[in-house]
């Protein structure tokens, strides 16, 4: 079956510090990646949709200067959270479709990152 | 906008049928999804039907579409306590192609 690899699993910084989360689809291509957020106890909420070779669409409220991300392949989607602070700790997860027809192809979640700022 | 709507708590008993409810507004959703999510880990896509479907049964777990509702259920026959967990009810109503997903409920299977 489809395969999303997220790395790292779990990040611990200070305050300050920039990171980098990968999302990567092993086993098929894909042209959109999304990033989505998940606050303790609460749903899952998109911040930005990932598309490759273009800029990515986000949502309103989501920072793009603060979470810059970047598609430079059909296999890998890079969420960098830019001079991170205590708030941005929370659990991020990308996803991704196979293929183009991204409204008809179930959604493969990578196993999220845990960052945590201090 | 788009929502969906679950329940946020269920408790069976090890052995018995679980049913979590979905509800969803948006009526042009082409596919309804479950995902599974354990403490601490990623969505694991469970199941997803598409909506010109009524039912779809996969082992232990069985869904049901009412599109005329717009109601979605996930019944887990036999449930056993790794069946623990976060469920996610979504659909693909997004206008980026996202998912939107329900508040997700929490199953607690008790021995």
């Keep these: ?118 | 906008g788009e929502d969906v709507e679950q329940s946020l708590f269920l408790s069976v008993r090890e052995g018995d049928s679980s049913v979590i409810n979905c509800t969803y507004t948006d009526s042009s959703s082409t596919y309804l999804y479950w995902y599974k999510q354990e403490p601490g880990a990623g969505l694991q896509l469970l199941t997803y039907i598409f909506s010109n479907m009524d039912m779809k049964q996969d082992q232990r777990l069985t869904v049901l579409l009412n599109k005329k509702d717009k109601h979605l259920s996930l019944r887990i026959a036999d449930t056993q306590t790794g069946d623990s967990a976060i469920y996610f009810c979504a659909e693909s109503g997004g206008s980026q192609g996202n998912l939107i997903f329900g508040k997700g409920t929490k199953l607690s299977v008790k021995p």
């Design chain 1, 1 to 118: 079956g489809a395969v999303v690899s997220q790395h790292p699993s779990w990040v611990i910084c200070k305050s300050g510090t920039s990171v980098k989360i990968e999302c990567r689809s092993l086993d098929f291509q894909a042209t959109t990646m999304f990033w989505y957020r998940q606050f303790p106890k609460q749903s899952l909420m998109l911040m930005a949709t990932s598309n490759e070779g273009s800029k990515a669409t986000y949502e309103q409220g989501v920072e793009k200067d603060k979470f810059l991300i970047n598609h430079a392949s059909l296999t890998l989607s890079t969420l960098t959270v830019t001079s991170a602070h205590p708030e941005d700790s929370s659990f991020y997860i990308c996803s991704a479709s196979i293929g183009h027809l991204i409204g008809n192809q179930p959604q493969h979640f990578g196993d999220g990152t845990r960052l945590s700022i201090l």
